[in-house]
């Protein structure tokens, strides 16, 4: 696709369980960023991959989140555990190389944990 | 602690005249700024950035300044049009790191025909 895709759009999950959101950057964007968007909040990191490693993972609340991005492509963040608290819009952005050039954003994926 | 600060929740214009949205910093190791246009239910898109090296750049209707020493940025869009109604966030970062942005909270642009 043209733009970076985010999928599903929505997710409602009970406390306690597992969810997992896809990111699908640009095609040849080797830098890409997930984000959360709690309401009235701006965006708030919380990982960057540079190809398939982890460059920054100083984001993430705790050990309850993990990301991975094996083939330097699409990536999937995982929550385990879920609670309340980690409901949110979470987005993806990719770019060429970091953020200094432009980042491109998904439309996001709003979580809602009940 | 916020290091990127959008004091103004919201901002109303009339059509045709001058919006100014307004951003401040406080950590000085950042030396590059964005501003991002958001629409309901869509992610945010960019709109135009700034070099620590500047202190103005423009884009069509849109122009961004930079104070350093007041560790200061804004956005001037002239003239404003009802399409540009939106959430405005504004963007920091540090080259040469993991150049992850750090957001304002965003000001809601309402834009009056």
């Known amino acids: 696709g043209a733009g970076v895709s985010q999928t599903p759009s929505n997710k409602v999950t009970e406390k306690g369980k597992y969810v997992e959101l896809r ?11 997930w984000y959360r968007q709690s309401l009235g909040q701006g965006p708030e ?14 984001g993430l609340p705790n050990d309850r989140f993990f990301a991975v991005r094996p083939e330097g492509s699409v990536s999937t963040l995982k929550i385990q555990r879920t609670e309340r608290g980690d409901s949110a819009v979470y987005l993806c952005a990719s770019s060429l190389q ?3 050039t432009e980042a491109f954003f998904g439309q996001g994926t709003r979580l809602t944990v009940v | 602690d916020q290091q990127v600060k959008q004091n103004s929740p919201s901002l109303s214009v009339q059509e045709g005249r001058i919006s100014i949205l307004n ?10 700024f ?31 300044f930079l104070n350093k020493s007041a560790k200061h940025l804004s956005l001037h869009i002239v003239p404003s049009q009802p399409g540009d109604s939106a959430v405005y966030f ?4 540090r080259l040469g790191g993991s150049e992850k942005l750090v957001f304002g909270k965003g000001t809601k642009l309402t834009v009056n025909p």
């Open chain 1, 23 to 33: 990111c699908d950057p640009i095609s040849g964007h080797t830098a890409l960023y």
């Open chain 1, 45 to 58: 990191f919380l990982i960057y991959f540079q190809g398939t490693g982890a460059a920054d993972d100083s």
């Open chain 1, 98 to 100: 970091g953020a200094n």
């Open chain 2, 23 to 32: 951003c401040d910093y406080t950590n000085s190791m950042f030396d590059y």
């Open chain 2, 34 to 64: 964005l501003w991002y246009k958001k629409y309901p239910a869509e992610g945010p898109t960019f709109l135009i950035s700034i070099s620590s090296i500047k202190d103005k750049n423009e884009d069509g209707r849109f122009t961004v």
């Open chain 2, 90 to 93: 504004c963007a920091a970062s």
